[in-house]
């Protein structure tokens, strides 16, 4: 066996103790902790099998802003914990859980090991039409091109959530701040990191974007480096989440689904099909698309973190 081998056997048996783990923890700031170390060893996983798009996704969102969500909610059920750990559930209910868990896991690693050699794939295509975006990376032009539709549901299902969080706020609050407005010492070392590392992550966000057309990159990943750092100047209490009700927010929360919609039905007037990109037009139109979905995924992602309406003025 080589080094790489063992390594990823070690991965792997580690990623499988921590999932067991995450699922038998009796405390609830146990099991998101689980959960956050999860998805970066998934990061390592996505790393290892060249798939960097994926693990600079599942490092931000499945390890970062999934993990502050899943804090947030924890905290909030810390005064229900204690009686919720005394009422556990019956050993019948326990062992149908783990036996259905147990199936899942049997299905889906039959359907792996029984797939046909080599995998049915469309990889050949797709390299082959890769040329008609002019984008070099493989992944944004999947994305962007073959299943532009998928992905420009994919927004419209986040922004969704954003309006399912809303909905959560009493009629009281409805227009109001998101959450509460958080204080913090402006000589200490978030106020401190949180006027150094903006600067640097709004540099990194941009670069990201726009090398997602060649590299690893794009709008998801771009976006969600935009969230953390204005997530962290709100932490830090440098200044407030906007309310509900501003019209500029709302803006730019459809932004990139209207984007990314003009352009479709452009195709479907002008060219040939729904998001069907003229050859000569297709990167910038794509760039474009990118560009505004990345605000919209950057405030929609802080929003989601701030949670629902809380208060009617900024104190």
């Given at each position: 066996m080589t080094i790489a081998a063992a390594l990823e056997t070690v991965l792997a048996a580690l990623i499988l103790a921590i999932a067991i783990w995450t699922i038998a923890a009796r405390e609830t700031f146990a099991a998101v902790a689980g959960f956050v170390v999860y998805?970066?060893?998934?990061?390592?996983?996505?790393?290892r099998l060249e798939a960097v798009d994926v693990a600079l996704t599942e490092a931000a969102i499945g390890g970062g802003l999934s993990g502050v969500?899943?804090?947030?909610?924890?905290?909030?059920?810390?005064?229900?914990?204690?009686?919720?750990?005394?009422?556990?559930?019956?050993?019948?209910?326990r062992l149908g859980a783990a036996i259905l868990s147990a199936t899942v896991a049997a299905g889906l690693a039959a359907g792996v090991l029984l797939l046909t050699d080599p995998a049915p794939t469309l990889a050949s295509a797709a390299a082959t039409n890769a040329a008609a975006t002019g984008l070099g990376n493989p992944v944004t032009n999947v994305?962007?091109?073959?299943?532009?539709?998928?992905?420009?549901?994919?927004?419209?299902?986040?922004?969704?959530?954003?309006?399912?969080v809303w909905s959560l706020a009493s009629d009281r609050l409805w227009g109001g701040f998101p959450g509460?407005?958080?204080?913090?010492?402006?000589?200490?070392?978030?106020?401190?990191?949180?006027?150094l590392l903006p600067p640097v992550g709004i540099v990194v966000g941009i670069y990201i974007l726009w090398a997602g057309a060649n590299h690893p990159g794009g709008a998801f990943q771009a976006g969600a480096i935009l969230a953390a750092m204005w997530l962290l100047v709100m932490m830090a209490g440098l200044t407030d989440v906007p309310p509900v009700s501003s019209r500029r927010l709302r803006l730019v929360l459809i932004a990139g689904p209207g984007v990314f919609l003009v352009?479709?039905?452009?195709?479907?007037?002008?060219?040939?099909?729904?998001?069907?990109?003229?050859?000569?037009?297709?990167?910038?139109?794509?760039?474009?698309?990118?560009?505004?979905?990345?605000?919209?995924?950057?405030?929609?992602?802080?929003?989601?973190?701030?949670?629902?309406p809380e208060r009617r003025d900024g104190q």
């Open positions: 998805g970066l060893l998934l990061a390592l996983v996505w790393v969500l899943l804090l947030g909610a924890a905290a909030r059920l810390r005064a229900t914990e204690t009686r919720a750990v005394m009422e556990r559930p019956d050993k019948i209910l994305l962007m091109a073959f299943r532009a539709t998928d992905t420009l549901l994919e927004k419209v299902v986040l922004l969704l959530a954003l309006v399912g509460p407005r958080h204080q913090a010492d402006p000589l200490g070392a978030l106020a401190f990191l949180a006027r352009v479709g039905l452009g195709g479907l007037c002008f060219g040939t099909a729904f998001l069907a990109y003229p050859v000569a037009s297709a990167k910038p139109l794509i760039l474009g698309i990118e560009a505004a979905m990345t605000l919209t995924i950057a405030v929609t992602l802080g929003l989601l973190v701030a949670g629902a």
